[in-house]
Nanobody, 124 residues
Framework: QVQLKDSGGGLVQAGDSLRLSCAAS????????MAWFRQAPGKEREFVAG????????VVAEPVKGRFTISGDNAKNMAYLQMNSLKPEDTAVYYC?????????????????WGQGTQVTVSS
C-alpha cells in the first residue's frame, strides 16, 4: 500500500494561485497513475486531474482545463497540482490518489490509495 501525504491548501482570493503537493511513500514503484480529486460540501468527490508516472500522459477535467496543471517528479515520488485563476467554485477539500493500473481513470472507485486531503478555500 502506498502512503500519500497531500499539502499546500489554504485560503486565497479569487484570481490567486496555489500549488498542491502530494508525497508518495512505500512501494511507489507500483503506482502508475497519480491524480487529484476534490470534494465540496454536499457534493460528490470529483476527478480534477491525473498523470501517468511513465510516459507523462496527463488528463485534466473540463471545469479546470486551462487553469490547473498536473505534474510529477518520479525521482522524488511527488505529484503537484498547479492551480491558477482560482474561483470560489474551486473551494473544496483536495485529495491526492494513486492507482496501480496504467490507464488514467476519472472514476473514484478505481483508485487504491488516498491522501488525507487539503482544504482549498477561494473567497470572492
Amino acid at each position: 500500500q502506498v502512503q500519500l501525504k497531500d499539502s499546500g491548501g489554504g485560503l486565497v482570493q479569487a484570481g490567486d494561485s496555489l500549488r498542491l503537493s502530494c508525497a508518495a511513500s512505500g512501494p511507489a514503484f507500483n503506482t502508475y497513475v497519480m491524480a487529484w480529486f476534490r470534494q465540496a460540501p454536499g457534493k460528490e468527490r470529483e476527478f480534477v486531474a491525473g498523470i501517468s508516472r511513465y510516459g507523462g500522459q496527463s488528463v485534466v477535467a473540463e471545469p479546470v482545463k486551462g487553469r490547473f496543471t498536473i505534474s510529477g517528479d518520479n525521482a522524488k515520488n511527488m505529484a503537484y497540482l498547479q492551480m491558477n485563476s482560482l474561483k470560489p467554485e474551486d473551494t473544496a477539500v483536495y485529495y491526492c490518489a494513486a492507482d496501480h493500473r496504467i490507464v488514467i481513470s476519472s472514476t473514484r472507485e478505481d483508485y487504491d490509495d488516498w491522501g488525507q486531503g487539503t482544504q482549498v478555500t477561494v473567497s470572492s
